[in-house]
T-cell receptor, first 113, second 113 residues
Framework: AQSVTQLGSHVSVSEGALVLLRCNYSSSVPPYLFWYVQYPNQGLQLLLKYTSAATLVKGINGFEAEFKKSETSFHLTKPSAHMSDAAEYFCAVSEDTGNQFYFGTGTSLTVIP | ETGVTQTPRHLVMGMTNKKSLKCEQHLGHNAMYWYKQSAKKPLELMFVYSLEERVENNSVPSRFSPECPNSSHLFLHLHTLQPEDSALYLC????????????FGPGTRLTVT
């Protein structure tokens, strides 16, 4: 079975600073990888998705993620944090077949003015 | 309405009540999901429906009973719940099972008293 590890349950950055949220997965085959964002009292919103077309994936709100097979990582970055980026971020992995969608435990991002 | 909608958004029920959560997707998807999100715990997949057929039931107690009358609607019937069932219940849909991004509704915040 797949698993997803998000290092750091809480990350704080200053407004305008680089955002880096880490995600590692376990998989013996190339997976589908996703990042979601959840604002308070809302559902999860898809930020971006990796499907093997390109290793660097650009998403909404200025976020991007890079797939590194050698490191089994899919870290999320944004060059300059904005106050509105404060939210919970979830990494997820899915297999090509079957129904399973594995979520990480989430990283809460705080942006300090 | 667009995307995935859920009603009600908030629900308070006693342990002896019977209530239902409703989910509707307007995306033309063929797979629908119920998740439970509790504080400080990973997202838990409860049920998966594909083309109106239940294909996954992750050892969920029988006090939770799903129903999928058609590919656009999903219900979660609740009866004799426990306080530990208090959580945010999220509905999601995807084009098909496996490898496809899931789109989430805003969730129902359930409190069992």
């Amino acid at each position: 079975a797949q698993s997803v590890t998000q290092l750091g349950s809480h990350v704080s950055v200053s407004e305008g600073a680089l955002v880096l949220l880490r995600c590692n997965y376990s998989s013996s085959v190339p997976p589908y990888l996703f990042w979601y964002v959840q604002y308070p009292n809302q559902g999860l919103q898809l930020l971006l998705k990796y499907t093997s077309a390109a290793t660097l994936v650009k998403g909404i709100n200025g976020f991007e993620a890079e797939f590194k097979k050698s490191e089994t990582s899919f870290h999320l970055t944004k060059p300059s944090a904005h106050m509105s980026d404060a939210a919970e971020y979830f990494c997820a992995v899915s297999e090509d077949t079957g129904n399973q969608f594995y979520f990480g435990t989430g990283t809460s991002l705080t942006v300090i003015p | 309405e667009t995307g995935v909608t859920q009603t009600p958004r908030h629900l308070v029920m006693g342990m002896t009540n019977k209530k239902s959560l409703k989910c509707e997707q307007h995306l033309g998807h063929n797979a629908m999901y119920w998740y439970k999100q509790s504080a400080k715990k990973p997202l838990e997949l409860m049920f998966v429906y594909s083309l109106e057929e239940r294909v996954e039931n992750n050892s969920v107690p029988s006090r939770f009973s799903p129903e999928c009358p058609n590919s656009s609607h999903l219900f979660l019937h609740l009866h004799t719940l426990q306080p530990e069932d208090s959580a945010l219940y999220l509905c999601a849909s995807s084009q098909r099972q496996g490898g496809y991004e899931q789109y989430f509704g805003p969730g129902t915040r359930l409190t069992v008293t």
